[in-house]
């Protein structure tokens, strides 16, 4: 699959109210030019119901792709660490997967 790192995320402009302390943040993964970054959004919205992940295309071959986080807390470390998480699983996922293709 190649290296995917998350790059940069920009903690929110504003910090939300403390009755809602949910927010939006963005930022910028590096991934191999032909990830699409279907599996980590999906990965992603199935292990948090109330939150989403989008993650755009890639632009002219370049391998910085922004992506953009609904409903998570206010914690720039905390968010980074839980999509470091899921792109990890996905990297030992993938490497699992790749055996039993050569095999089959």
Known sequence: MGEIT?????APKHRPDPEDALVVMQGWL????DWD????ERLWNEKHARSRLGVGLCVANSPRRHFV???V??????VRAELES???ELGSAGDEAEPEAETA
Do not use: K
């Open 6 to 10: 998350v790059e940069e995320l920009e």
């Open 73 to 78: 807390p206010y914690d720039v470390e905390v």
């Open 37 to 40: 970054g279907a599996q980590l």
């Open 30 to 33: 590096h991934a191999p030019r």
């Open 86 to 88: 899921l792109i990890a």
């Open 69 to 71: 986080v609904s409903n």
